[in-house]
């Protein structure tokens, strides 16, 4: 029987998901879209034509409104594509009602610049009491990440020794200075330390210090820097075999000229700042004049490319192993009206959460990363729902190690 889900998050992840899920109509019989600002769950919902879109305002820090809601339409799973200071309070109302949940990017409190995973793996033990489950990081990085870790891990490898995740975005928006998702989530992790995984141990590094260039399939050689990125922490855990795990994202020199400069004057601080007998902080000042990630997808040009590169033992052998997709802007655009950075995040989201309404075996009470589940299903569903993979088996990986 098709099952009701609930969508928070108006945003360019957000359209995506909805879009898609209406294309899952024998999985997501009942869709309801919930934000902050209204206008903008009717705004995505007009656009669908197939099912029609229940909309409704929602604060979702506040966990007692979220239940409000919960109660009020019923459904089965709750999709969090708001932003990472929204995880806990709709996780909590989840545990209050019942419902599964699934998110796309791991806790972090507003006023310290740092995410990791074990405030939500907290609740692991009542969300197993409870009967549900959550899945958490379930966009490409992470989420498709950690599942192409996890097939590498299954069909290819006895041992994964040297992970590599390389994320390439190819782009152009014709914009001076814009991110490709929240703002001010984009740039508190990209201002702060680097970090990486080697040998037990996490190494630190000054923001964007190490850099170098890295060649992406269809697109060539791009300058990519290494970051902290959430899926690290949990495919550490997951694969303890790895002896090295690393995250390099590219940026063009204008994006980081406009970057530095920002940093510099002050603009990217998250503390409040006085302003004509008002607090201000600087960064959510600054997200209010940028564009808004799902503005830039009309005229974006370009692919994005995001993969994973491995090296590793089988059978007493080394061997390698590469796998990735591409996805390009223009055609994200025609299908779902958003860029791909947005649909790259979306779809991904939509195939976890029918996986786990439809799939006995994904269906298992607790908190999860995406790598502790079979991945063959996800895999097959990328073909079907617009982010084909590619592999590349025991081939040089000369630009990474
Ligand atoms: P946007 O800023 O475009 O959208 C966020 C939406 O959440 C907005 O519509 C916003 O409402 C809404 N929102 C914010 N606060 C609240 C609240 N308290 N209650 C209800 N709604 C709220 O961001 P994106 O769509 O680009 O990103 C969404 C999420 O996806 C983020 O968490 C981001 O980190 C994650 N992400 C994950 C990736 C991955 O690969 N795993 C990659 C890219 C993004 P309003 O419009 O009113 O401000």
Redesign the pocket.
């Known amino acids: 029987m098709a099952k009701k889900v609930l969508i ?7 359209n995506v998901v909805v879009k898609k899920c209406a294309m899952m109509p024998e999985v997501f019989g009942d869709i309801m879209l919930a ?3 209204l206008s ?1 769950c009717e705004k995505i919902a007009s656009e669908v034509t197939t099912t029609r879109i229940q909309t409704a305002q ?4 506040d966990p007692q409104n979220v239940v409000a809601l919960i109660e009020r339409f019923q459904p089965d799973i709750v999709i969090n ?4 200071y ?1 995880d806990l309070p709709i996780m909590d109302a989840c545990l209050a009602t019942g419902v599964h949940y699934l998110d ?2 791991n806790y972090e409190p507003k006023d310290v610049a740092k995410f990791e995973y074990s405030w939500q793996w907290a609740y692991h033990e009542r969300f197993k009491e409870r009967g549900i489950m959550a899945l958490l ?1 379930c ?5 498709v990440t950690g599942v192409f870790t996890a097939y590498a891990a299954k069909h290819y490898f006895d041992e994964l020794h040297y992970l590599d995740i390389i994320d390439c975005n190819a782009g152009n928006h014709g914009k001076a200075f814009a991110t490709n ?2 703002p001010e ?1 984009n740039i508190r992790e990209i201002t702060q330390r680097g970090k990486y995984y080697e040998n037990g141990q996490w190494v630190e590094t000054d923001p964007l210090e190490i850099h170098k260039a890295i060649h992406y399939p269809e697109i060539g050689e791009r300058e990519s820097y290494l970051l902290f990125h959430e899926e690290l922490e949990s495919l550490v855990k997951n694969f303890p075999t790895l002896r090295r795990a690393r995250f390099w994202m590219t940026f063009g020199q204008q994006y980081i000229t406009h970057l530095m400069v920002l940093q510099n004057v002050g603009m990217t601080r998250i503390d409040p700042v006085m302003y004509k007998g008002v607090e201000v902080i600087p960064l959510e000042f600054l997200k209010a004049v940028l564009p ?3 503005s830039l997808g009309e005229n974006y040009t370009g692919q994005t490319s995001i993969g994973c590169q491995i090296k590793g033992v089988k059978a007493g052998k080394e061997r390698t192993y590469y796998v990735y997709n591409n996805c390009d802007h223009a055609e994200t655009y025609t299908e779902v009206q958003a860029q791909a ?2 649909y ?2 979306g779809v991904p989201a939509a195939i976890g959460a029918a996986l786990m309404l439809t799939h006995a075996d994904w269906m298992k009470p607790g908190v999860y990363n995406t790598e502790e589940q079979n991945p063959d299903p996800f895999m097959a569903l990328l073909n079907k729902h617009g982010l084909p993979w590619h592999e590349q088996i025991d081939i040089e990986l000369p630009h990474t190690y």
């Open positions: 928070i998050g108006a945003g360019g992840v957000g934000s902050r600002t903008k929602v604060d979702a820090d594509v708001a932003l990472p929204q796309t990017a990081g966009g490409f990085d992470p989420g998702f929240n989530i808004e990630p799902a950075v947005s790259t995040t």
